[in-house]
DNA sequence: CTAACTTTGTAACAAATGTTACAGAAATTA
DNA sequence: TAATTTCTGTAACATTTGTTACAAAGTTAG
């Protein structure tokens, strides 16, 4: 277990118990970590890979909630599995994941005994909540197309590369839309120079870091 | 300082600890409690009244995100003045409100030393993150006349009266659309019985409960 | 009381998004 | 190779939401 990265905020001693008590667990592309409504009982540390967060609602529609990278957490589980309480959302490996599970129990203990563990869980509630309210503003104030291409940037981020390996189908799942939509905005973004269209492969052209003008 | 509500769910030793540290605080109806950008060193414990939660975007459009109502707490202040963060929120009184502020020296001492704390942190953590994602599902995946519907339902609970206090231009803002649109969705309840309007007033007739048809 | 302001109703139109249907290309499977 | 499935493009149309403009009624301040 290589826990180097966090090593640069967390304690020493913190670090040794997370080896000692974590539970590793490896996740291979497009497999499901946390499903809606299953139990949990450990809060993850991503260690390696993205993780993709989704909502699913009564009508198993689904829209994407954030992504979780290296060393970011999920506190969402923590405040479920303090008082084991059902997940509220589904959790896929966006490609190879590595992640260490903390168990409940450790995670109160180390609340009182190290203060790097308190600050650290503090922060991830923090980033989970402003994701939320980004994601949340980006539904209520902004147009598809805005979303799309802010969609098409946060991939990219997270891949560090400028093709992005995602079907029509799949984009319109996660932003909850239909599929005509997508690619009707896609095409429109493809005659305009920012993107280049091939089956499962969206290639973002330079200039598609520029502002846009319609 | 009444704090009766508390009493049932947190310790003895603690309630008195709260009534030495907290500091009691009123607002009346419309008041700002906390605004867009301010700095957070409390976190506050809702005794009496409602209280709003917005979130503003860079352009100024608001949108309603919660409400908290008695012995609730807006846990996004905890994480926030953990690391003193600027508000990425503002609430309003929306009647008259009496709160708690707990200051941020104790939230961390009391989480060890008492774990009913503990308990009611996460819970809050757990309450408001839940919130955010039933308005997460509401925006992505209902039109605006069923949120509509939902938002009346709210103020009602919370008011515990069928007649309703808002101009539609308050609640267009709150559910980030405009005046007009939600005129002429106020006007089809209206027709469809469901509601009577009147200057300021929106009265829910009995059979408002029933499922809703187009 | 009058003037100014706020709230509501309504129409007409524009823009954005959703839906259905179908065809052809590419990939996968038998 | 042939059959099947998945993915993409496109059109035509429906619905929802947003915008602008204006009038009338109610409220408040001077």
Redesign the interface.
Known sequence: MNLDQLSSFLETALIQEIQEFGILQTFSEGELIMDYGKYIRMMPIVLKGTVKVL?L?E?N?E?L?YYLSSSESC??A???C??A?KS??KAIAEDDVELIGIPHTKL?EW??KYPSW??YV??S??E???E??K???S???HKLDERLIAYLKEKKRLSGSSVIKASHNTIADEL?TSRVVISRLLKQLENNKKIILYRNEIKLMPDFELPFEK
Do not use: G, P, T, W
Request: proline share 0%; glycine share 0%.
């Open positions: 909502r609602d009508n529609n829209i909630l506190s969402m923590y405040s479920c303090v008082e309480k509220e959302v109160d609340l009182c308190k600050n503090m922060r509630f923090n989970r909540f402003i939320l309210l994601s949340i503003e539904i209520a104030f909850a």
